[in-house]
C-alpha cells in the first residue's frame, strides 16, 4: 500500500519523507489556503523533495479552463498529478490530459458510478472521500470495498486513492479492503506508529535494565 500525505506544509512532509513514508502528495485548494503559500511555489518544493506523484487541484469549472490549469500545473515538475473534480467537465478535462500523458487524480468522488465514469476517463487515481461520506452518517469504507470489487471484475487499472481518511482505523481498514493508496494528514500517519502496549512493554524493560546496571555503550 502505498502512503500519499494529505497537506502542503513542507516541513511535515519532508520529516515523513526522511523516513521513507512517503509515496506522494495530495494537496487541494483548502490546504493550500492553510499553507498560506503561494500554490505554484509551494507545489515545486514539494515536488522537489517527495519523488511520487503531488497532486495539485485545478479551480476552473469548465472542461477548456480546467485543461489549461491542468497543463499549467503539470509544467511545476515531471511528477505533478493534476487533481480534476468529478463532474462531466472534469472528466473529459481527464480525457484530454490523460490522452496528453499527464497523470491524473479525479477528486471529490461520493458514487461507485463516479469511480466507473473516472476509470473510463482514463484517470491514473480516483479519491473517494471516506471521512466526507462518515461525516453524513454513510459508511465511507463501504465505498472503498464497492470501487474495489467493480475494478477487479472489469480489471480497471485506475488506482483507489483513499481519501479524507481521518483515522488509523481508516487507515487498517482500507490497507485491508486493498485500496492501492491512501492520502492522511501527517498526524493521522505519526499515529500509526502509537499503541499503548508498546508504551507500557517499553516501560517495563527499561525498568528492568537499570535494575541490571548494565550499559550497551
Ligand atoms: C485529498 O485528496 C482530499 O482533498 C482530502 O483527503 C480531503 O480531506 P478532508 O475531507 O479531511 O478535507
Known amino acids: ?54 497532486s495539485a487541484e485545478v479551480v476552473a469549472l469548465e472542461s477548456a479552463a480546467m ?10 515538475a515531471p511528477n505533478i498529478a493534476v487533481k480534476l473534480p468529478l463532474t462531466w467537465d472534469g472528466l473529459k478535462a481527464c480525457k484530454v ?8 487524480n479525479v477528486t471529490l468522488c461520493f458514487s461507485v458510478n463516479q469511480a466507473i465514469l473516472a476509470a473510463k476517463a482514463g484517470a491514473s487515481f480516483i479519491s473517494p472521500f471516506v471521512g466526507r461520506l462518515d461525516d453524513i452518517n454513510l459508511d465511507g469504507m463501504e465505498l472503498i470495498s464497492d470501487i474495489r470489487t467493480v475494478y477487479d471484475n472489469y480489471d480497471m487499472k485506475t488506482q483507489i ?38 508504551d507500557r512493554g517499553l516501560q517495563q524493560f527499561l525498568k528492568d535494565w537499570e535494575k541490571t546496571g548494565q550499559k550497551i555503550l
Open 97 to 104: 490530459l490523460t490522452g496528453e500523458g499527464f497523470t491524473v
Open 1 to 54: 500500500m502505498k502512503f500519499f500525505v494529505d497537506s502542503a506544509d513542507v516541513a511535515a512532509i519532508s520529516d515523513l519523507n526522511a523516513l521513507g513514508m512517503v509515496d506522494g502528495v495530495t494537496t487541494n485548494p483548502s490546504l493550500i489556503l492553510k499553507s498560506g503559500r503561494d500554490i505554484l511555489e509551494v507545489t515545486k518544493e514539494i515536488c522537489a523533495i517527495v519523488a511520487g506523484p503531488v
Open 67 to 76: 485543461i489549461a490549469e491542468g497543463r499549467r500545473l503539470a509544467e511545476i
Open 161 to 198: 486513492l483513499a481519501a479524507s481518511i481521518r483515522s488509523v482505523n481508516h487507515v487498517a481498514e482500507a490497507a485491508r479492503i486493498g485500496a492501492d493508496v491512501i492520502t492522511a494528514p501527517p498526524e493521522v500517519i505519526r499515529k500509526l506508529a502509537e499503541h499503548p502496549m508498546t
